[in-house]
Protein backbone atom coordinates (compact mmCIF):
# COMPACT_ATOMS: atom_id res chain seq x y z
CA UNK A 1 0.00 0.00 0.00
CA UNK A 2 1.06 2.85 -0.69
CA UNK A 3 1.46 5.79 2.29
CA UNK A 4 2.94 8.90 3.32
CA UNK A 5 5.72 8.89 5.81
CA UNK A 6 5.03 11.73 8.15
CA UNK A 7 7.50 14.53 9.08
CA UNK A 8 9.02 14.76 12.51
CA UNK A 9 9.92 18.13 11.77
CA UNK A 10 7.99 22.17 11.91
CA UNK A 11 8.98 22.54 8.37
CA UNK A 12 8.99 26.92 8.16
CA UNK A 13 9.59 27.37 4.69
CA UNK A 14 10.29 25.80 1.33
CA UNK A 15 13.83 25.43 1.38
CA UNK A 16 13.75 23.58 4.78
CA UNK A 17 10.96 21.55 3.09
CA UNK A 18 13.64 20.55 0.04
CA UNK A 19 15.93 19.70 2.57
CA UNK A 20 13.93 17.31 4.38
CA UNK A 21 12.36 15.61 1.49
CA UNK A 22 15.78 15.23 0.11
CA UNK A 23 16.90 13.82 3.63
CA UNK A 24 13.92 12.09 4.87
CA UNK A 25 12.66 10.25 1.31
CA UNK A 26 8.40 9.84 1.12
CA UNK A 27 6.96 7.58 -1.03
CA UNK A 28 4.16 9.19 -3.32
CA UNK A 29 0.89 7.96 -3.62
CA UNK A 30 0.92 7.57 -7.70
CA UNK A 31 -1.62 5.72 -9.23
CA UNK A 32 -3.04 6.09 -12.75
CA UNK A 33 -6.90 5.29 -12.78
CA UNK A 34 -7.62 2.95 -15.75
CA UNK A 35 -11.29 1.46 -16.53
CA UNK A 36 -9.36 -2.13 -15.86
CA UNK A 37 -8.74 -0.70 -12.33
CA UNK A 38 -11.77 0.91 -11.45
CA UNK A 39 -14.05 -2.22 -12.20
CA UNK A 40 -11.90 -4.46 -10.28
CA UNK A 41 -12.19 -5.25 -6.69
CA UNK A 42 -12.09 -2.56 -4.02
CA UNK A 43 -12.33 -2.49 -0.25
CA UNK A 44 -14.73 -0.09 1.91
CA UNK A 45 -12.72 2.88 1.86
CA UNK A 46 -11.71 2.05 -2.04
CA UNK A 47 -8.15 1.68 -1.91
CA UNK A 48 -6.79 0.50 -5.26
CA UNK A 49 -5.22 -3.01 -4.61
CA UNK A 50 -1.25 -3.07 -4.29
CA UNK A 51 -0.72 -4.50 -7.02
CA UNK A 52 -1.83 -2.19 -9.16
CA UNK A 53 1.15 -0.06 -10.97
CA UNK A 54 1.67 3.94 -10.18
CA UNK A 55 1.82 5.81 -13.31
CA UNK A 56 0.00 9.30 -12.99
CA UNK A 57 0.42 11.25 -9.45
CA UNK A 58 -1.56 14.06 -10.50
CA UNK A 59 -5.01 12.04 -10.94
CA UNK A 60 -7.28 11.79 -7.98
CA UNK A 61 -6.30 8.90 -4.98
CA UNK A 62 -6.25 8.48 -1.68
CA UNK A 63 -3.32 9.93 0.14
CA UNK A 64 -2.88 10.17 4.27
CA UNK A 65 -2.45 13.63 5.13
CA UNK A 66 1.16 15.42 6.45
CA UNK A 67 0.25 16.36 9.99
CA UNK A 68 3.56 18.10 11.59
CA UNK A 69 2.88 20.45 14.47
CA UNK A 70 2.83 20.87 17.84
CA UNK A 71 -0.27 20.44 19.72
CA UNK A 72 -2.01 23.60 20.55
CA UNK A 73 -0.90 24.95 23.61
CA UNK A 74 -3.64 25.49 26.33
CA UNK A 75 -4.10 29.02 26.26
CA UNK A 76 -2.97 29.58 22.41
CA UNK A 77 -6.18 30.97 21.66
CA UNK A 78 -8.17 30.97 24.95
CA UNK A 79 -9.33 27.65 26.33
CA UNK A 80 -11.65 25.10 23.89
CA UNK A 81 -15.09 25.64 25.25
CA UNK A 82 -16.85 22.30 26.09
CA UNK A 83 -19.01 21.43 23.39
CA UNK A 84 -23.02 20.00 23.98
CA UNK A 85 -23.52 16.59 24.04
CA UNK A 86 -22.73 13.54 25.73
CA UNK A 87 -19.38 13.47 26.75
CA UNK A 88 -18.26 10.17 29.01
CA UNK A 89 -14.74 11.11 30.48
CA UNK A 90 -14.67 8.87 33.71
CA UNK A 91 -12.68 6.20 35.72
CA UNK A 92 -13.54 2.78 34.62
CA UNK A 93 -13.54 1.00 31.51
CA UNK A 94 -14.87 2.84 29.12
CA UNK A 95 -15.14 0.76 26.41
CA UNK A 96 -17.13 -1.83 28.77
CA UNK A 97 -19.60 1.33 29.13
CA UNK A 98 -19.89 1.75 25.28
CA UNK A 99 -20.56 -2.16 25.42
CA UNK A 100 -23.61 -1.54 27.54
CA UNK A 101 -25.17 1.47 25.51
CA UNK A 102 -24.65 0.34 21.97
CA UNK A 103 -24.40 -2.76 20.01
CA UNK A 104 -21.19 -2.84 17.98
CA UNK A 105 -21.19 -3.94 14.70
CA UNK A 106 -18.62 -4.70 11.37
CA UNK A 107 -15.69 -3.08 10.59
CA UNK A 108 -16.68 -0.37 8.14
CA UNK A 109 -13.21 1.56 8.07
CA UNK A 110 -10.03 2.44 8.99
CA UNK A 111 -8.37 5.06 9.62
CA UNK A 112 -4.74 7.30 10.60
CA UNK A 113 -5.53 6.51 14.18
CA UNK A 114 -8.25 4.14 14.78
CA UNK A 115 -10.74 1.75 13.45
CA UNK A 116 -14.42 2.09 12.37
CA UNK A 117 -17.47 0.00 13.14
CA UNK A 118 -21.05 0.22 12.79
CA UNK A 119 -22.99 0.45 16.34
CA UNK A 120 -26.59 0.61 17.17
CA UNK A 121 -28.24 1.77 20.09
CA UNK A 122 -29.71 -0.81 22.24
CA UNK A 123 -32.04 1.40 23.17
CA UNK A 124 -33.85 2.53 20.42
CA UNK A 125 -31.90 0.34 17.17
CA UNK A 126 -30.89 3.89 15.63
CA UNK A 127 -27.91 3.20 13.52
CA UNK A 128 -24.55 4.60 14.27
CA UNK A 129 -20.94 4.64 13.39
CA UNK A 130 -18.05 4.18 16.05
CA UNK A 131 -14.55 5.06 15.74
CA UNK A 132 -11.95 3.46 18.66
CA UNK A 133 -8.69 4.98 19.18
CA UNK A 134 -6.40 3.15 21.48
CA UNK A 135 -4.16 6.35 22.34
CA UNK A 136 -1.68 3.95 24.33
CA UNK A 137 -0.64 2.17 20.82
CA UNK A 138 0.02 5.45 19.18
CA UNK A 139 4.16 6.06 19.81
CA UNK A 140 4.03 9.76 18.53
CA UNK A 141 3.03 12.57 21.24
CA UNK A 142 1.49 14.63 18.45
CA UNK A 143 -0.45 11.60 16.94
CA UNK A 144 -2.33 11.24 20.86
CA UNK A 145 -2.84 14.64 21.27
CA UNK A 146 -4.31 15.16 17.72
CA UNK A 147 -6.49 12.04 18.41
CA UNK A 148 -7.50 13.21 21.92
CA UNK A 149 -8.53 17.04 20.07
CA UNK A 150 -10.47 15.24 17.24
CA UNK A 151 -13.91 14.53 19.08
CA UNK A 152 -13.75 17.50 20.69
CA UNK A 153 -12.98 19.73 17.50
CA UNK A 154 -15.83 17.91 15.34
CA UNK A 155 -18.60 18.78 18.37
CA UNK A 156 -17.78 21.95 17.94
CA UNK A 157 -18.30 21.99 14.07
CA UNK A 158 -21.35 20.35 14.18
CA UNK A 159 -22.88 22.96 16.86
CA UNK A 160 -24.72 20.72 18.10
CA UNK A 161 -26.92 19.43 14.78
CA UNK A 162 -26.93 23.25 13.91
CA UNK A 163 -24.32 22.27 11.08
CA UNK A 164 -26.02 19.12 9.16
CA UNK A 165 -23.32 19.47 7.20
CA UNK A 166 -20.78 17.84 9.39
CA UNK A 167 -21.06 13.94 10.77
CA UNK A 168 -22.20 14.86 14.17
CA UNK A 169 -21.08 12.56 16.75
CA UNK A 170 -23.07 11.72 19.28
CA UNK A 171 -21.23 10.51 22.62
CA UNK A 172 -17.69 10.31 23.49
CA UNK A 173 -16.60 7.43 25.70
CA UNK A 174 -12.89 7.93 27.11
CA UNK A 175 -10.69 6.59 29.40
CA UNK A 176 -6.84 6.51 29.88
CA UNK A 177 -6.27 4.65 26.91
CA UNK A 178 -9.54 4.32 24.46
CA UNK A 179 -11.10 7.27 23.30
CA UNK A 180 -14.66 5.94 21.76
CA UNK A 181 -16.75 8.45 19.35
CA UNK A 182 -20.01 7.66 18.33
CA UNK A 183 -21.09 9.39 15.17
CA UNK A 184 -23.56 9.23 12.23
CA UNK A 185 -23.69 6.94 10.12
CA UNK A 186 -23.42 7.65 6.27
CA UNK A 187 -25.35 5.25 3.73
CA UNK A 188 -22.91 5.65 1.04
CA UNK A 189 -19.24 6.10 -0.32
CA UNK A 190 -17.06 9.46 -0.29
CA UNK A 191 -16.83 11.65 -3.07
CA UNK A 192 -13.71 10.09 -3.89
CA UNK A 193 -15.38 6.56 -4.77
CA UNK A 194 -18.46 8.82 -6.23
CA UNK A 195 -16.08 10.93 -8.74
CA UNK A 196 -13.67 7.39 -9.32
CA UNK A 197 -16.54 5.65 -10.73
CA UNK A 198 -17.13 7.98 -13.70
CA UNK A 199 -14.32 6.65 -15.20
CA UNK A 200 -13.02 10.13 -16.00
CA UNK A 201 -16.01 11.62 -17.37
CA UNK A 202 -16.48 14.68 -15.23
CA UNK A 203 -19.40 15.76 -13.18
CA UNK A 204 -21.91 17.44 -14.52
CA UNK A 205 -21.72 21.34 -13.75
CA UNK A 206 -25.07 21.48 -12.07
CA UNK A 207 -24.46 18.68 -9.79
CA UNK A 208 -21.16 19.84 -9.24
CA UNK A 209 -22.42 23.18 -7.92
CA UNK A 210 -24.40 21.33 -5.41
CA UNK A 211 -21.98 19.92 -4.12
CA UNK A 212 -19.54 22.65 -3.51
CA UNK A 213 -22.17 24.84 -1.85
CA UNK A 214 -23.18 22.08 0.58
CA UNK A 215 -18.87 22.05 1.29
CA UNK A 216 -19.16 25.62 1.52
CA UNK A 217 -21.96 25.93 3.79
CA UNK A 218 -20.45 22.85 6.18
CA UNK A 219 -17.21 24.79 5.96
CA UNK A 220 -18.78 28.07 7.15
CA UNK A 221 -20.40 26.94 9.75
CA UNK A 222 -17.27 25.29 11.05
CA UNK A 223 -15.48 28.97 10.48
CA UNK A 224 -18.21 30.32 12.64
CA UNK A 225 -17.71 28.39 15.47
CA UNK A 226 -13.52 28.74 15.26
CA UNK A 227 -12.92 25.05 13.86
CA UNK A 228 -10.44 24.92 10.55
CA UNK A 229 -10.61 21.67 9.27
CA UNK A 230 -7.42 21.51 7.11
CA UNK A 231 -7.84 18.18 5.37
CA UNK A 232 -10.55 19.37 3.26
CA UNK A 233 -10.50 16.48 0.27
CA UNK A 234 -12.72 14.20 -1.11
CA UNK A 235 -11.68 11.35 0.98
CA UNK A 236 -12.94 13.67 4.05
CA UNK A 237 -16.07 14.09 2.37
CA UNK A 238 -19.45 11.44 2.76
CA UNK A 239 -22.64 10.87 0.71
CA UNK A 240 -25.22 10.43 2.88
CA UNK A 241 -27.68 8.21 0.84
CA UNK A 242 -31.38 6.84 1.54
CA UNK A 243 -32.47 3.80 -0.42
CA UNK A 244 -34.83 5.84 -2.81
CA UNK A 245 -32.08 8.53 -2.92
CA UNK A 246 -31.06 9.21 -6.74
CA UNK A 247 -27.40 10.31 -6.49
CA UNK A 248 -26.21 7.12 -8.29
CA UNK A 249 -28.04 8.82 -11.63
CA UNK A 250 -25.56 10.28 -13.40
CA UNK A 251 -26.98 14.35 -13.17
CA UNK A 252 -27.81 14.32 -9.48
CA UNK A 253 -26.18 15.68 -6.53
CA UNK A 254 -25.67 13.56 -3.50
CA UNK A 255 -25.86 14.44 0.24
CA UNK A 256 -22.57 15.25 1.04
CA UNK A 257 -20.99 15.58 4.96
CA UNK A 258 -17.77 16.97 5.81
CA UNK A 259 -15.78 14.08 8.20
CA UNK A 260 -12.90 13.58 9.96
CA UNK A 261 -11.63 16.27 11.75
CA UNK A 262 -7.87 14.35 12.88
CA UNK A 263 -6.16 17.69 11.22
CA UNK A 264 -8.43 20.29 12.82
CA UNK A 265 -7.56 23.17 14.79
CA UNK A 266 -9.51 25.79 16.95
CA UNK A 267 -8.96 29.25 16.40
CA UNK A 268 -11.04 30.64 19.02
CA UNK A 269 -14.54 32.10 18.64
CA UNK A 270 -15.51 35.32 17.44
CA UNK A 271 -13.58 37.55 15.25
CA UNK A 272 -12.25 39.83 17.78
CA UNK A 273 -10.66 36.45 19.74
CA UNK A 274 -9.85 34.70 16.54
CA UNK A 275 -5.98 33.25 16.75
CA UNK A 276 -4.11 31.21 14.01
CA UNK A 277 -3.05 27.87 13.29
CA UNK A 278 0.67 26.72 11.61
CA UNK A 279 2.45 23.94 11.02
CA UNK A 280 2.54 21.69 7.69
CA UNK A 281 -0.73 20.12 7.73
CA UNK A 282 -3.15 18.96 5.04
CA UNK A 283 -2.96 16.75 2.42
CA UNK A 284 -0.08 17.56 -0.39
CA UNK A 285 -2.50 18.18 -3.11
CA UNK A 286 -5.21 20.11 -1.56
CA UNK A 287 -2.91 22.12 1.16
CA UNK A 288 -2.80 26.24 0.48
CA UNK A 289 0.30 27.97 -0.05
CA UNK A 290 0.16 29.89 3.03
CA UNK A 291 0.66 26.45 4.81
CA UNK A 292 3.79 24.79 2.27
CA UNK A 293 5.33 28.69 2.93
CA UNK A 294 5.40 28.71 6.75
CA UNK A 295 4.27 30.96 9.28
CA UNK A 296 0.47 31.24 10.76
CA UNK A 297 -2.42 30.90 8.25
CA UNK A 298 -6.28 31.19 8.66
CA UNK A 299 -9.30 29.48 7.59
CA UNK A 300 -9.51 30.69 4.05
CA UNK A 301 -7.02 27.40 3.63
CA UNK A 302 -10.52 25.10 3.87
CA UNK A 303 -11.66 27.10 1.06
CA UNK A 304 -8.56 26.82 -1.02
CA UNK A 305 -9.00 23.16 -0.74
CA UNK A 306 -12.54 23.10 -1.23
CA UNK A 307 -11.56 24.63 -4.86
CA UNK A 308 -9.46 22.02 -5.83
CA UNK A 309 -12.22 19.62 -4.55
CA UNK A 310 -14.54 21.63 -7.10
CA UNK A 311 -11.55 21.34 -9.82
CA UNK A 312 -11.38 17.51 -9.70
CA UNK A 313 -15.14 17.09 -9.94
CA UNK A 314 -15.58 19.08 -13.22
CA UNK A 315 -12.50 18.01 -14.80
CA UNK A 316 -13.37 14.24 -13.59
CA UNK A 317 -10.92 13.68 -11.38
CA UNK A 318 -7.91 15.84 -12.78
CA UNK A 319 -5.67 17.46 -9.79
CA UNK A 320 -4.76 21.84 -10.64
CA UNK A 321 -1.16 21.64 -8.82
CA UNK A 322 0.81 18.35 -9.43
CA UNK A 323 4.21 16.85 -9.11
CA UNK A 324 6.18 13.34 -9.67
CA UNK A 325 7.48 14.10 -6.17
CA UNK A 326 6.29 15.84 -2.86
CA UNK A 327 8.29 18.82 -3.53
CA UNK A 328 7.30 19.34 -6.69
CA UNK A 329 3.87 19.43 -5.96
CA UNK A 330 4.37 21.89 -3.12
CA UNK A 331 6.39 24.06 -5.48
CA UNK A 332 3.49 24.04 -8.33
CA UNK A 333 1.38 24.82 -5.17
CA UNK A 334 3.39 27.63 -4.16
CA UNK A 335 3.68 28.58 -7.99
CA UNK A 336 0.21 28.87 -8.39
CA UNK A 337 -0.87 29.24 -11.67
CA UNK A 338 -4.03 27.82 -11.83
CA UNK A 339 -4.58 26.71 -15.59
CA UNK A 340 -7.94 25.09 -17.32
CA UNK A 341 -7.34 23.07 -20.22
CA UNK A 342 -9.68 22.94 -22.98
CA UNK A 343 -9.47 19.58 -23.14
CA UNK A 344 -10.85 18.77 -19.86
CA UNK A 345 -12.88 22.24 -19.61
CA UNK A 346 -14.18 22.80 -22.83
CA UNK A 347 -17.59 22.17 -21.15
CA UNK A 348 -17.37 23.70 -17.83
CA UNK A 349 -18.68 27.33 -17.87
CA UNK A 350 -16.65 31.01 -17.21
CA UNK A 351 -19.17 31.57 -13.84
CA UNK A 352 -17.45 28.00 -12.57
CA UNK A 353 -14.28 28.71 -13.61
CA UNK A 354 -14.37 32.41 -11.80
CA UNK A 355 -15.53 30.94 -9.29
CA UNK A 356 -12.34 28.37 -9.11
CA UNK A 357 -9.82 30.87 -9.46
CA UNK A 358 -11.36 32.67 -6.53
CA UNK A 359 -11.18 29.96 -4.16
CA UNK A 360 -7.78 29.22 -5.23
CA UNK A 361 -6.43 32.74 -5.23
CA UNK A 362 -2.83 32.79 -3.58
CA UNK A 363 -3.53 36.31 -2.35
CA UNK A 364 -5.14 35.08 0.93
CA UNK A 365 -7.06 38.55 1.56
CA UNK A 366 -8.92 38.01 -1.97
CA UNK A 367 -9.43 34.54 -1.76
CA UNK A 368 -13.18 34.36 -0.95
CA UNK A 369 -14.64 32.87 2.68
CA UNK A 370 -16.19 29.70 2.26
CA UNK A 371 -19.77 32.46 3.69
CA UNK A 372 -18.57 34.28 0.14
CA UNK A 373 -18.88 30.97 -1.46
CA UNK A 374 -22.16 30.36 -0.69
CA UNK A 375 -23.43 33.44 -2.49
CA UNK A 376 -21.79 32.77 -5.94
CA UNK A 377 -23.64 30.37 -8.10
CA UNK A 378 -22.91 28.20 -11.18
CA UNK A 379 -24.25 25.51 -12.87
Given at each position: ??Y?????????N????????????I??????????????????????E?T???????I???????????????G??????????????????????????????????????????????????E?????????????????????????????????????????????????????H??????????????????R??????P?????????????????????????V?????????????????????????????????????G?????????????????A???????????????????????????????????????????????????F??A???GV???????????????????????Q??R????
Open positions: MYWEYFNVHIKMAALVVVLNWHPRFARTHLTQAQLSGRTGRTGALPQSPRDPNLRRAAPLNRRLPQAATHGTIPKPTGRDDEETGSMSEQLGREYEIGEEIGRGRFGVVRRCASRATGPFAVKSVDRSALADDLDRALAGLEPKLARLAGAGGANPGVVQVRAVFEDEAWTTVMDLCTGPDLLDWVRLRGAPVPEAAARVVAQLAEALAGCHRAGVVHRDKPDNVLLDLDDDDPAGEEDAAPRVRLADFGSASWLGAAGGRGAAEGLVGTPHYVPEVVAGGEYGEKVDVWSAGVVAYALLSGGALPFGGETPAEVFAAVLRGGLRPPLFASPAAKDLMRRMMCRDVSRRLSAEVLKSFG
